[in-house]
Every structure is written in structure tokens, then in C-alpha cells.
């Protein structure tokens, strides 16, 4: 599934007209779906793709064009093209290039209009060849024909859901989905595909399958349907040319690391970071050969001197961090790494696809555990990475050899998850900025952890790269870790509990939760006092939480 290609049909400057000149493809399953730029196709709103970012080839001709115009699409629109096609294609985990050639004499000022007028038209007019010309096939099927005037119906509907989602909340419930999915069918919600293997119908398929003219998951340990719709939702909101989604947020960071830091490489990491990331980097990778420099997500300086000093392959951080929400300032780590070589690889998961686009502000990578924010209903284990289509094909391809894969049925989950994302992150910010202002002028609180307050040591840049700042506070008992103990238990809301991002409100002592088998000094050298408090806000009515906090503050 790393290679990937382009199809291309050649179409009549009428059929084209009305376009932008250029606008480049994203022929990866989790294609970039939204962001525009210099050579994208962009619109007055924000492009959402459904499958038709592509590229013409310009000249002379109506509205700019030639005559003879290619369009490149991704592969979820290859999956429109026919029934003969989706018979193919419905499993399809990357692109192929083919050509076709229909023709088209009649002249209108818009692309949606020439293509409904093509739909529309007696079958001399989308003159499909049944012949394809297969270009190339880099890991690509070979679609055998363009079977009637609905599926230039099917482009048309494509055309016109390109640009009329504006807000990220929209895209989270329909990509992937309503504007473009593999499976076939006229189900509004994505159809959970329980299937260990995928068969071939003759041997000859086979090999044009092993000599990469025909395409297949082939094993589920290599993909799904129901599953890549989940990774094409998140390359939409995160602006990524792809995403791959594994069984859990550690499965996503281990296998991260291990695919690229290279033996005996380097990375810089921060001294805040959610344990188990912390055990793997300091006990695991040495065996193979990886050392660590570990900084404080403000201190710049030690981080120049790293990729002075080391061969640094790779800077890998949260942001905002586990537990104390330090935020790394995205775009001059990304400079500075990016002029000595290193990749940038951040962990978002605090902060949702929905408050900060990591990837925009230059880093190569963004991770989250989908577990949290993105199921958001503390019912399912998940993680992903986002980003460019050969980093992630890297991923990618030590994923498919370790295993790991996420069960389809988890995958639904999160699909349904995503829907109500954006209602559940903005309940999520507004609760945890006005639950942060309240704990942080109570006599009974000593300290409140949380970018939104003007007290936290990365405000600035916080309110810099976050649209919010989420809805995971953490703070400090005035008292000690009985104390704490008895404020804890003394809520009614919250479960105890780890984890975060659900729909229900979560506390948590670290110290006893993460760190308990750990003395307390040693606690202490990470900054994890007994008096620590993460509390993980729901989606409750702020009221009731603010009651129940207060009850509970007055009990100790």
C-alpha cells in the first residue's frame, strides 16, 4: 500500500471548463481532502475533497483549457467509476493510473453544468471507450471499463461536494463517507467489513495482484474498508496526504520510533511525556542501538546543541504534554529540526485534530491515540499517524510486519465517534477554560496546569497554534496526598480512572495511577507530587461539574 498513482481520464475542454488550471492530486486512501494552496484546487471555501483533486493539463481552448485535458482523482473516486469497477476496486488500498477517452462537442460556462448536461445526454455524448489504456500500475488494478452515463453522474455529485464543507465539524462527519468510501452500498453509515483475508477470483488475478496490476488488501492485517474510512476522516481534518490507524495510541508511537530513527540514530524528546512513552524510549530502544536526548519542551538551546551535537533523526514530543500540558512552540522546533535533517513528529492528542493543526504549522508527523478525544467514548482502543504519504508508507511498512492492525469493529467506533466530535470538543474546551479559571482562585488549590490561563509557562504560544485548549485540566491539592485522596473520592461526577477524552469526566491521581510503583522521590524528578490532580472534563453540563468540584473541595 505505500506506492500509489493517479487516474487519469482525458477529457473535452467543455466537460472541463470552468476549473482552475491546476490543482494537484492526492492519490493516497487517506488523501489531503481540504487544505489549498499554491497548485491546489481551491475554491472561495475551504476544499473538502471527495475524491476529485486532481491536475489538468492546460492549453488553449474554453476557459483556459485544451481540448484534450487530463484529470487526475484519487482512488476513492476510482471506486465510482463502474459497477465492473467497484467489483475491483471496493477494496482498494491504493490508486492505479489509467486513461480513458470520451468526447464531448457542446460548450458551457461551468464544469458542474457540462458534466450534468454530459450525464443527461443521449449516449453519443459521454462516449466511453470500453477500452482502457492502463498508463501505469504502481500497486494499481486495472479497471476494465466505463459502464454507462451514471457514472459520469457519480463525477459530477463528486465535483459538487468538493467545496461546499467549510468547518472542520462538517468534515468530520462526512468524509470519507458521504463524499467518498470504498464500500459500495446506499447505507448512510460505513458498513463494518469482518474479514480476515480477501479472495481472488481466478489465479490470473492473483498475479496481476503480485505484479501490481490489480489491487487487494489482500490480508486484514494490511487493511480494510471500514478502516480506511477512518484514516481518509482523519487526513481530511488533519490536512494529511495520509493517515494509518493502528489497535492503540502506544501500538502508533513504538512502531513510529522503530521505523524511523535508524539503529544507532538519535532523537530529542521532552522531559514531560506520558510514561509508557517514556519506559519505551529509555528501555527499549537502547537494545537497538537509539539514544535520547531529553529536554524541556521550552529550553530551545538544549535543542540546537542536540542537532549540533548528535546525528538527531528525529525531535518527538506531546504538545500539549501528559500531565502538565507544556506546549512545544510547533513551527520553531519544526525550523530549527528541519535545517539540521531531523523529522518533527508531535503527539496532538490533548489537543484534538480540531484545536491545533500541527502539520500546518510545519511539523512532518501528527499522532494521536484515537482512544481519547477522537472515539471520545471511552469504549475502544485506537491510535494514528498523519502526515506525507512516503513518511507514512515508512510507518506503513513495518505496521504490516509487526502487526497491530485495528479490528474493523474498533474502527466503527470511531467513525461513529468522530461525528459528534467537534459538539463534544467545544463542550470539552469551554468546561475545562472555565473549570481552570475557577480551581485556579480557590483557597484550596495551590496550582492549576492548563494553556488557557494566562499563568501557564506557554500561554502565548498556546494561544498561537490552539483555536481551544481542551478539556483536561490538571492541578495541585493544597495538602498532601491523603488529602487529595479524600477530595478525589469525594466527587460524584468523575470516574477514577485513567484515560481521557470521553464523553464521561475522568480523575486521576498520577502519582498513585501512573507512578505508584515508583518511590516518591522518584515521582518527585518527573514533577508528579502526591497533591497532583488530572482531571478529564466530559461533556456533563458545566454547572453540575462545577457543583460537584466545589462539594468535593469543601469535604477536605
Known amino acids: 500500500?505505500?506506492?500509489?498513482?493517479?487516474?487519469?481520464?482525458?477529457?473535452?475542454?467543455?466537460?472541463?471548463?470552468?476549473?482552475?488550471?491546476?490543482?494537484?492530486?492526492?492519490?493516497?486512501?487517506?488523501?489531503?481532502?481540504?487544505?489549498?494552496?499554491?497548485?491546489?484546487?481551491?475554491?472561495?471555501?475551504?476544499?473538502?475533497?471527495?475524491?476529485?483533486?486532481?491536475?489538468?493539463?492546460?492549453?488553449?481552448?474554453?476557459?483556459?483549457?485544451?481540448?484534450?485535458?487530463?484529470?487526475?482523482?484519487?482512488?476513492?473516486?476510482?471506486?465510482?467509476?463502474?459497477?465492473?469497477?467497484?467489483?475491483?476496486?471496493?477494496?482498494?488500498?491504493?490508486?492505479?493510473?489509467?486513461?480513458?477517452?470520451?468526447?464531448?462537442?457542446?460548450?458551457?460556462?461551468?464544469?458542474?453544468?457540462?458534466?450534468?448536461?454530459?450525464?443527461?445526454?443521449?449516449?453519443?455524448?459521454?462516449?466511453?471507450?470500453?477500452?482502457?489504456?492502463?498508463?501505469?500500475?504502481?500497486?494499481?488494478?486495472?479497471?476494465?471499463?466505463?459502464?454507462?452515463?451514471?457514472?459520469?453522474?457519480?463525477?459530477?455529485?463528486?465535483?459538487?461536494?468538493?467545496?461546499?464543507?467549510?468547518?472542520?465539524?462538517?468534515i468530520a462527519v462526512h468524509a470519507g463517507e458521504r463524499l467518498g468510501r470504498g464500500i459500495v452500498t446506499d447505507a448512510i453509515t460505513t458498513p463494518v467489513v469482518n474479514t480476515s483475508a480477501y479472495f481472488f477470483k481466478k489465479t490470473a488475478e492473483l498475479i496481476d495482484f503480485k505484479e501490481k496490476r490489480h489491487v487487494s488488501f489482500e490480508y486484514g492485517r494490511y487493511g480494510n474498508p471500514t478502516t480506511a474510512v477512518v484514516e481518509e476522516k482523519i487526513s481530511a481534518l488533519e490536512g494529511a496526504e495520509s493517515t494509518l490507524i493502528m489497535a492503540s495510541g502506544m501500538c502508533a508511537s513504538t512502531v513510529l520510533l522503530m521505523a524511523l530513527v535508524p539503529a544507532g540514530g538519535h532523537l530529542v524528546t521532552t522531559t514531560d511525556c506520558y510514561r509508557k512513552t517514556r519506559i519505551f524510549i529509555e528501555t527499549m530502544l537502547p537494545k537497538m542501538g537509539i539514544t535520547a536526548t531529553v529536554i524541556d519542551p521550552a529550553d530551545m538551546e538544549s535543542l540546537k546543541n542536540a542537532l549540533n551535537e548528535k546525528n538527531v533523526s528525529l525531535f518527538f514530543t506531546e504538545s500539549p504534554t501528559n500531565p502538565f500540558l507544556r506546549c512545544v512552540d510547533i513551527a520553531l522546533v519544526s525550523k530549527l529540526c528541519h535545517e539540521k535533517g531531523a523529522l518533527v513528529c508531535i503527539d496532538g492528542t490533548f489537543a484534538t485534530p480540531l484545536n491545533q493543526k500541527a502539520l500546518a504549522l510545519g511539523a512532518d508527523l501528527i499522532l494521536h491515540s484515537a482512544t481519547k478525544f477522537i472515539g471520545g467514548h471511552n469504549d475502544v482502543l485506537a491510535g494514528c499517524i498523519s502526515g506525507s504519504l512516503k513518511l507514512v508508507s515508512e510507518v506503513r511498512n513495518l505496521h504490516h510486519v509487526l502487526g497491530g492492525a485495528l479490528n474493523p469493529n474498533a474502527a466503527y467506533l470511531i467513525i461513529r465517534g468522530m461525528k459528534t466530535l467537534h459538539l463534544r470538543v467545544q463542550q470539552q474546551n469551554s468546561t475545562g477554560q472555565r473549570m481552570a479559571e475557577l480551581l485556579e482562585t480557590h483557597p484550596k488549590i495551590s496550582r492549576v496546569y492548563y494553556p488557557g490561563l494566562k499563568s501557564h509557562p506557554e500561554h502565548d504560544i498556546a494561544k498561537q497554534q490552539m483555536s481551544g485548549f481542551g478539556g483536561v485540566v490538571s492541578f495541585e491539592v493544597d495538602g498532601d496526598l491523603e488529602t487529595t485522596i479524600k477530595f478525589v473520592d469525594a466527587l460524584r461526577i468523575p470516574y477514577i480512572a485513567p484515560s481521557f477524552g470521553g464523553c464521561e469526566s475522568i480523575v486521576d491521581q498520577p502519582a498513585i495511577m501512573s507512578y505508584w510503583d515508583l518511590p516518591r522521590a522518584e515521582r518527585e524528578k518527573y514533577g508528579i507530587r502526591d497533591n497532583l490532580v488530572r482531571f478529564s472534563f466530559g461533556v456533563e453540563d458545566f454547572d453540575d461539574l462545577k457543583d460537584d468540584v466545589l462539594q468535593a473541595l469543601e469535604a477536605i
Not at 482552475?20 to 486512501?29: K, T, V
Open 1 to 170: 500500500m505505500a506506492a500509489s498513482s493517479t487516474l487519469c481520464p482525458k477529457l473535452s475542454a467543455s466537460a472541463a471548463g470552468g476549473f482552475a488550471s491546476s490543482f494537484n492530486c492526492r492519490s493516497d486512501p487517506s488523501g489531503n481532502h481540504h487544505q489549498t494552496g499554491p497548485g491546489r484546487f481551491s475554491s472561495s471555501s475551504r476544499v473538502n475533497s471527495v475524491g476529485v483533486h486532481g491536475s489538468f493539463l492546460a492549453g488553449g481552448g474554453g476557459y483556459g483549457m485544451s481540448s484534450s485535458l487530463i484529470l487526475r482523482f484519487p482512488p476513492n473516486f476510482v471506486r465510482q467509476l463502474s459497477n465492473k469497477a467497484r467489483r475491483n476496486c471496493s477494496n482498494i488500498g491504493v490508486a492505479q493510473i489509467v486513461a480513458a477517452k470520451w468526447s464531448d462537442n457542446s460548450s458551457t460556462g461551468s464544469a458542474a453544468a457540462a458534466a450534468n448536461a454530459a450525464a443527461a445526454a443521449s449516449p453519443a455524448v459521454p462516449a466511453v471507450e470500453e477500452s482502457i489504456e492502463l498508463i501505469a500500475g504502481a500497486n494499481g488494478p486495472v479497471v476494465d471499463g466505463l459502464d454507462g452515463k451514471g457514472d459520469v453522474q457519480d463525477l459530477t455529485n463528486k465535483l459538487t461536494y468538493c467545496s461546499f464543507l467549510s468547518s472542520d465539524g462538517s
